[in-house]
């Protein structure tokens, strides 16, 4: 048996895996025409018929009772960490390219850092070495963030592509009619949700200490506040069905990562 600290870091591992492969099944599945609104309804409600029964039944005899503050809180982690998040993200994700997008959410630490220590769930004491450390992390982890979003820079390697050139740019995700800086902005949006969202989480638990129950609500108030958006702004009927088996493969790989 691997001692409990291997386990950890293999789980880690695994996950860091599961998120590179998660950007970039969802930008295949935005190439093939996925509906940027329907495309989470689906996810989340798969993640709810998954989660919730688990929640129910491992939770059910130390579950606090829901109140009207509960439900508030529950329906602002939808908002903000689900609706807010996941949509920023695939405007993101569709206007520059995976690796782009996964360079932008290395920022989340550090914004959670930064915004758990401005409401005071963490201290930094600056007469220390963690402390700079802390200050320094963040201020490279934002600033990196924002020279990405800002700066493309110039093509370091250029190989001939001949007659696959569509097809090589399409691939790197440097296709005609992106916005690097616009999609910029959305990534970083979505990691200043993500990193919200974090923060809520720790403040939510401490009122109503359920962690599954949280997230089971948490995913249903985003399905309810997402198929009320895709209701008024979906006007295709089409863009209900699935037209690729890549399509499916992407929202369950997506659960997979359901963060």
């Known amino acids: 048996m691997l001692p409990e600290r291997a386990n950890l870091h293999i789980a880690l591992t695994f996950l860091q895996f599961c998120y590179a492969g998660n950007h970039i099944f969802l930008r295949i599945a935005l190439d093939t025409g996925v509906s940027k609104l329907i495309f989470p309804v689906f996810r989340n409600i798969t993640a709810l018929v998954l989660l919730g029964p688990l929640a129910y039944f491992s939770e059910k005899k130390d579950r606090p009772s829901i109140t009207t503050y509960c439900v508030v809180h529950f329906f602002l982690l939808g908002l903000v960490g689900i609706t807010m998040k996941e949509g920023f993200y695939l405007l993101g994700l569709e206007k520059t390219s995976p690796t782009f997008a996964a360079a932008m959410q290395n920022s989340v630490p550090a914004l959670t850092f930064l915004m758990a220590a401005l409401l005071r769930y963490e201290s ?21 963030a924002t020279i990405i979003t800002l700066y493309k820079g110039p093509v370091i390697y250029s190989p001939r592509l001949g007659f696959n050139q569509e097809q090589y740019l399409t691939m790197m995700g440097d296709t005609p009619g992106k916005d690097w800086n616009l999609g910029g902005i ?45 209701a008024f702004f979906e006007k295709d009927s089409k863009a209900w069905q699935f037209n690729s088996s890549g399509e499916i493969y992407s929202v369950l790989f997506s659960v997979c990562k359901l963060d």
Do not use: E
């Open 186 to 230: 959305y990534l970083f949006c979505h990691s200043l949700c993500w990193s919200g969202w974090i923060v809520m989480q720790a403040f939510v638990l401490k009122i109503y200490s359920a962690p599954l129950t949280v997230s089971a609500f948490t995913c249903f108030f985003g399905v309810v506040q997402f198929l009320t958006i895709a």
């Open 124 to 144: 930094v004491h600056f007469n220390r070495i963690d402390g700079v450390a802390k200050v320094l992390g963040v201020l490279a982890s934002v600033g990196g």
